[in-house]
Every structure is written in structure tokens, then in C-alpha cells.
């Protein structure tokens, strides 16, 4: 068996008004992010990942944001498209860790609807994907709300 491990980072601005989705959940908070899609940094993050253990380069190259095709697009539907890919490799999913760094909303009560969203679009066990929050003790942009990050370690085999 052959094992390979990616790894993704993003970020996206959060203004007032927008809605705010991550994993795949509506988030409930008076701003959200933004972006030429539906803006879901940890979907985003974890395209990545899965597209760098895969060296299939990035979701921007797959997905590119001067394509009006994907504006506003349900990053659920770029996943499935990302694990279709990946799959067409031969690779398939071992599991997920993600952090998300945000000072406001807490998201630790969306967390389990976010794995089984996710779970579900990868046709993965729930026990394979882990999603973590932090915030950064109001330092950064992710302190000063101005913006959300989401991190990314992945693994896959075939």
C-alpha cells in the first residue's frame, strides 16, 4: 500500500452581513466570509490537502476564481469533484485533521453537523475526519475578526 500526506492552508476576509459557511454548515454570527464561491475556508482547506498528497496541484488551478462557473458554487460540490479526482488516481481517503482559527463565533457546537456533512460528501467514516477550533487570543487578523483560517493534514492511500 502507498500512503501520501497533504497538507492546506486558507483564508478568507469575513465581513458584515455575509453568510458564514464552514464544513458545510451555516454558521449563525452577524458577519461571514467571502469569496468568489459560497467562501467555506475549511472545505477549501481540505480540497487542498487532498489535492496536494495527490500532486494534483491546487484548487484554485482546478477551480479558478476567474471561472463564473464556480461563483457562488456550494464548495460541497467542488469536494466531491476533488474526491473524484483523487479517486480517479487510485487514492482514497485515510483520514482528515483540521483546525479552525477564528476568535468569534464559537464553533464547537457546529462541529459534530460539520463532520457528518464532510463525512458524508467523502463518503468517509465520521471517525476519519477531525475538526478542531482555536481562536488566537484576539491577535491577528483572525483575533480582530476581520478574517477566519482553516488548516489541513490529510492522508491517503492506495
Not at 492546506?8 to 451555516?26: E, I, P, R
Not at 482546478?62 to 458554487?73: L, R, T
Not at 463525512?119 to 468517509?124: A, G, L, T
Not at 476519519?128 to 493534514?153: H, N, Q
Request: proline share 3%.
Amino acid at each position: 500500500m502507498k500512503i501520501k500526506v497533504g497538507f492546506g492552508y486558507d483564508v478568507h476576509q469575513l465581513v458584515d452581513g455575509a453568510n458564514f459557511w464552514l464544513g458545510g454548515v451555516k454558521i449563525d454570527h452577524t458577519k461571514g466570509a467571502v469569496g468568489h464561491s459560497d467562501a467555506d475556508v475549511l472545505i477549501h482547506t481540505i480540497c487542498d490537502a487532498l489535492l496536494g498528497a495527490a500532486n494534483l496541484r491546487d484548487i484554485g488551478f482546478h477551480f479558478p476564481p476567474s471561472d463564473n462557473k464556480y461563483k457562488g458554487i456550494d464548495s460541497k460540490i467542488l469536494l466531491e469533484k476533488v474526491v473524484k479526482l483523487i479517486s480517479d488516481k487510485g487514492y482514497s481517503i485515510g483520514n482528515i485533521d483540521a483546525t479552525i482559527a477564528l476568535q468569534e463565533p464559537k464553533i464547537n457546537p457546529y462541529i459534530p453537523e460539520m463532520i457528518k456533512v464532510l463525512s458524508s460528501v467523502m463518503h468517509i467514516n465520521k471517525e476519519d475526519v477531525s475538526i478542531k477550533a482555536t481562536t488566537t487570543e484576539k491577535l491577528g487578523f483572525e483575533g480582530r475578526e476581520e478574517g477566519v483560517s482553516a488548516y489541513a493534514v490529510v492522508l491517503i492511500q492506495k
